[in-house]
Every structure is written in C-alpha cells, then in structure tokens.
C-alpha cells in the first residue's frame, strides 16, 4: 500500500485528519505529510495536524480537528461531550478536551480549546461518531463539577435515561448529585 493510500485510510477513520503521531504509528516518516502538503494533497491545519482536503467535512469536524491538535490524546469532555452525545443545546464557546497530564500542545490553535488535565479510566470513555468522548455518567459528572447549571443538567439526564445512555442506578446517582449541587448553589447565590 502506498503512503498516500495509508495516510488517506487513516485520515478517513478520523474525519479527515492525519498527525504526525499517525504518520509515526504507520511507520512513515512525518515529513512525508509535509511533502504531501505542498503538493495540495493535504492541507495543515495546526503544527502536525493535516487534513485531506477531498473528504467531506462532517457535523463533528471541528471536534475531530480538536483531538488530532493534542495528537489524537484529547478526549471530548464537559459541555462540548453534552452537545456530541445530543444532550444540549449549549454552543460552548471553546471546544473542551481532557487530555493526559503530560499532554502540552504548545501548537497555535490552544486559545480555541479548554484542556482539563486528567487521566481517565477507561470506563469514563467511549466512541460517539468516531470521536473519543467521555460516557454520558462522566460527562454529567464534569459538567455539574464546572459549575453548568443543574436545571440544564437535569434535562440531559432525562433524555439520556429516556435513550437508555445510562443504567437506572446510575441515573438515581446522579439526579442526587444534581440536586445537592443544585441546593448548595442557590445557598451560596
């Protein structure tokens, strides 16, 4: 198989985007991805990020351009995991990302995005679209602990227990949760 159809096979299993980490885990050099670049077969988007620019963007593409920025490390999280499981309406105004604590992109790009530094266990993730992206239970969780408003938080959790997103006894966690936070919060306001 040639470079290019390895590169164009991953980039398609990633909305389009090719790292150089990919490069590296393919065994191809990454400078072949700057090679391909100036010759309009890719298009850099960040420092070590590239796109094929003859795939279709998606509804999740900036999502997906996110996560290839921390090279593929990045997990969708907090209010912008609400909005790719379906569950807000919510427009954040940068696109949040867990990230390992040893993850530091230091590429143009960081001010678009809101890194909260944590290892998660593989429990609190799954795959929505093809993006990684924190379970519905994690994401509520992240969200009341960010200060999102219960009330918003609440109907997430009715939709999700209405689509089965999450097991009875976890939804009776986390309604309880919610309404602490929800009480503490307006005591404190």
């Known amino acids: 198989m040639s470079i290019r159809d390895q590169v164009l096979q991953r980039a398609v299993e990633q909305h389009g985007y090719v790292t150089t980490r990919d490069a590296r885990e393919l065994g191809i050099d990454p400078t072949q991805l700057r090679l391909m670049a100036a010759r309009g077969r890719l298009e850099r988007v960040a420092r070590g990020v590239y796109r094929v620019p003859q795939l279709p963007r ?4 900036e999502l997906a351009e996110a996560v290839a920025w921390t090279l593929g490390r990045a997990v969708v999280s907090h209010e912008s995991a609400l909005v790719l499981h379906g569950l807000s309406e919510v427009n954040p105004s940068r696109i949040h990302l867990t ?18 530094r944590r290892l998660l266990p593989d429990a609190d993730v799954m795959e929505k679209d093809d993006l ?52 503490s919060g307006r005591a404190d306001g």
């Not at 998606?58 to 593409?61: A, L």
């Not at 530091?104 to 909260?116: I, N, Q, S, V």
């Not at 918003?152 to 602490?180: H, K, M, N, T, Y």
């Open 99 to 116: 990230v390992p604590r040893d993850n530091h992109p230091r590429a143009a790009g960081g001010e678009l995005y809101r890194l909260h």
């Open 132 to 183: 990684p992206v924190t379970t519905v239970a994690r994401t509520i969780r992240d969200c009341l602990g960010a200060g999102v408003d219960p009330a918003q938080l609440r109907r997430a959790l009715d939709q999700a227990s209405a689509e089965g997103l999450v097991r009875p006894r976890e939804v009776e966690a986390l309604r309880s949760e919610i309404d602490v936070h929800g009480i």
């Open 58 to 61: 998606t509804e999740h593409d």
